[in-house]
C-alpha cells in the first residue's frame, strides 16, 4: 500500500514525541527516516520505526539526549551523543563539520555514545547545498568476518561520498563495506531463492547460497575480499576507536533482543563525519563546471546493453526520490502490520 | 636473483640525477620506488623505473620540477606538481598536509599536473611517525569499466589509509578499487593460467576468464561491482576534480608509447592526500591503547582453518619488509634485464 510522506512523517514524528523527543529532534529524526523511504533504501526508512522505539524500552536509547563537544580542534570535535539516537545527533554533528570547513577549509567530527543514524546518505548530503563535499560513516553490529576468519566482527560499516556539482544531479556514492547488505538477504529468505557466492559463508568458513546461513552462525563476506575487510575495519577505526566508541565485536547491536557485551571498551556506537568546502581547493565554478562535464562524460560511456544506461552513484535513489514525492511510499505488509502495532501501542493512528 | 636495498637504491638515485633531478629529490624519489620493492609490492618498484625514464624522453615528465601552492585554507592546499613524477611532489605534499594538521587538527592536499605516485602507502604512511592517520589516493589512467559500460573510464585508483598503533604494528590498508591490479593479470599471462570470474570482462562487456582480455580491448572490472565503480569514481573526483588534474579517460597513460588525448580538461594526473592528528579527536595514549587492543582482537578472531592466521591489513607488507632488509630484494629476469639496459644506456652500474 502506498503512503505520502507527509503522513508517514508525522506519524514517525508523533512516535518519537510519544517516547519523550523534543519537537525539533522528533522532526530531524523523521526526516532521516523519510529521506531512506523516499531514496528507495526501505530497509533504513520506516520499517526501522519500531526498532528505536525497542531500543529505549531497553534502555539502550535516550530520547532527550543531550550530545556535547568533548575535544575540539579548529577543523575537528569529537561529540558524546549521551546515548542519543545517531539520526538526530548525526545531522546536528555535520553541521558542526560545515561550520568548521566554513572557517579553516574543513570540518570532521567523530561521534561516540551513540546509536543507529539510518542511512549515511543523508547526513553527507547535508554538505551539498553549503557546495562542499559531504563524507559520513559508522560502524555497526558484527556480521561480517574477517578474511581468513568465520568470526562476525565487523558491521556492514556504510561509507558516503557526495559531491556537489552544477546543472547535473550531485554524486552520492552511499554502499556498505560487505558484498550485500543484511536487507538483500532478507529479501532472498522471504522468496526462498539462492544467493550469489560471496555473499555469506557458514559457520564453518565454508561457501555457501543459503540465504539462512547468517541464522545459523555464518557471516557476510567482505566486499570483494580483504580489500573489504581492511575498508570495512578502517571505518570502524575512524568512527570508534577515533571517537571512543565501542569497535569490532563490542559494537552494540541495534536489535534489542540482543544484549551488549560485557566489559565494553567504549560509548555506544560511533559515526565519522567531514565536509570540505571546493574552493577550499579550486574556485567554485569551475569545481562544477568539471564535476558537470565528469557526470555526462560518464552518463554517455559505452553501453554493454543498449537499453541499459550508465548510472551515476546515486542516480537511482534520485530518481526515486522523484517518483515517491508524488506517488508516495509503498510499504509491504510487514511493515504495515509493524507500524500498526506502534499506532496501537502508543494511542496514535498511522 | 637478490639484490640489497642499498645497491637498488644507489642504482635508482643515479639513474634519477642522470635525468637531471636534483639530488634531494633523487633520495626521495628513490625511497618510494625501493619502499615497494621492500614491502613486496613488485609492480611499483624498480621495476617501474624506466617507465619513469620514459616519460621524461617522451617530454611527459619533468625531473626538475619545482612544485607549487596555487590555492590554499588553514586545513587544506592544491599543488601544481609542475609536470613532475608523483614520487617526489606527494611526499613533499604530505609534509604540507602534515603540517596543517600540527596547526588545525587535519590537514588535505590536492595535487594537480603530476605523474604516477608509486605505492599510496608510502605517502599515507608518512603520517604515522607524527601520530597521524595518514590517507592517500591517486587516480591512474583508464583500465577500469563502470557498471554496465564496456568503456575505460577509470584508473585502478588505490586508496589508502594508515592508522598508527602503540605496541602493535601500525595498520594500513592500501588497496586499488578495481578487483584485480593489473599486475596480477600479467603474472597470469606469464603462466598461461586463468584467471576468476569478476577480474575482467570483453571488450564487449562479456564476463571472461582470459587474462589477455585487457590486450584485446577489454577492461578490468571494479571491486565487488558497481560500489567498487563508486568507489574508484570518488578517487578520481578527489584526486582530479578537486585538484584540477584530468579524470576519467582522460588521465594520460603511464606507459610512454601511448600519447595522452587532445583537448585534455586538467593537467597531468591527480592525486589526493591527508592527515589527521589523532589528538585533534582524543588523548593519543587513549587512541593508542584501542587501537592496540583493536589488533590484537581481530588477530585473535576464531580461524577457518587454524594454520591460517587471521591478518591485519599491512601485515604482509610489513613482515616482506622485515624479511627483505635482511635478505634483499629479488628481482626478477624481466626487469634485471630492464634495469641492464637502463644502465647501459646511461652509462651507470647496476
Redesign the interface.
Known amino acids: 500500500m502506498l503512503y505520502t510522506q507527509v503522513r508517514l512523517r508525522e506519524f514517525t514524528q508523533q512516535v518519537f514525541i510519544s517516547c519523550g523527543m523534543p519537537l525539533e529532534d522528533a522532526i530531524l529524526a523523521a526526516d532521516v527516516l523519510l529521506s531512506a523511504d523516499l531514496r528507495g533504501i526501505d530497509s533504513h526508512g520506516v520499517a526501522r520505526l519500531s526498532g528505536y522505539v525497542r531500543l529505549q524500552e531497553a534502555g539502550r536509547a535516550n530520547m532527550h539526549a543531550k550530545h556535547r563537544v568533548i575535544?575540539e580542534?579548529?577543523?575537528?570535535a569529537?561529540i558524546d551523543a549521551d546515548e542519543g539516537l545517531g539520526l538526530v545527533v548525526a545531522p546536528k554533528a555535520m553541521e558542526l563539520a560545515i561550520e568548521k570547513a566554513s572557517?579553516?577549509?574543513?570540518g570532521?567530527v567523530?561521534i561516540q555514545n551513540s546509536n543507529h543514524f539510518g542511512i549515511a546518505g543523508y547526513h553527507a548530503m547535508k554538505a551539498l547545498p553549503h557546495d562542499m563535499?559531504g563524507i559520513s560513516m559508522t560502524n555497526a553490529s558484527p556480521l561480517v568476518?574477517?578474511?581468513?576468519?568465520?568470526?562476525r566482527?565487523l558491521g556492514t560499516n556504510p561509507i558516503c561520498?557526495a559531491?556537489p556539482s552544477g546543472e547535473q544531479i550531485p554524486?552520492v556514492?552511499d554502499?556498505?563495506t560487505s558484498?550485500a547488505a543484511n536487507g538483500k538477504l532478507e529479501i532472498a529468505q522471504q522468496l526462498n531463492k539462492e544467493i550469489p557466492l560471496g555473499w555469506v559463508q557458514t559457520k564453518?568458513?565454508a561457501d555457501s547460497t543459503n540465504a539462512n546461513e547468517l541464522k545459523s552462525g555464518g557471516a557476510l563476506l567482505p566486499?570483494?575480499g580483504?580489500?573489504?575487510?581492511?575498508?570495512g575495519?578502517?571505518v570502524?577505526?575512524?568512527s570508534a576507536?577515533?571517537?571512543?566508541a565501542n569497535?569490532?565485536?563490542w559494537v552494540p547491536p541495534f536489535v534489542a533482543f540482543l544484549n551488549p557485551l560485557e566489559n565494553l571498551?567504549?560509548n555506544g556506537i560511533g559515526h565519522f563525519l567531514g565536509a570540505?568546502?571546493?574552493d577550499?581547493?579550486?574556485p567554485k565554478s569551475?569545481?562544477k563546471l568539471?564535476?558537470d562535464?565528469?557526470i555526462q562524460?560518464?552518463k554517455e560511456?559505452?553501453?554493454?546493453?543498449p537499453n541499459?544506461?550508465?548510472?551515476i552513484?546515486g542516480e537511482p535513489e534520485y530518481r526515486m526520490q522523484k517518483i515517491r514525492e508524488i506517488e508516495g511510499i509503498p510499504l509491504n505488509e510487514n511493515v504495515e502490520k509493524d507500524l500498526q502495532e506502534l499506532a496501537a501501542k502508543l494511542g496514535l493512528k498511522l
Chains 1, 2 share one sequence.
Open positions: 575535544h580542534t579548529p577543523s575537528t569529537t572557517q579553516v577549509g574543513t570532521w567523530a563535499i568476518a574477517p578474511t581468513f576468519s568465520k568470526e566482527m561520498i559531491f554524486f556514492v554502499m556498505a558484498n564453518d568458513g566486499l570483494g580483504h580489500k573489504g575487510y581492511g575498508l575495519a578502517a570502524d577505526i575512524l576507536v577515533l571517537s571512543g569497535y569490532g565485536p571498551p567504549g570540505m568546502r571546493v577550499a581547493f579550486r569551475e569545481f568539471h564535476m562535464l565528469w562524460r560518464f560511456s559505452q553501453r554493454i546493453d541499459q544506461e550508465v548510472l552513484p
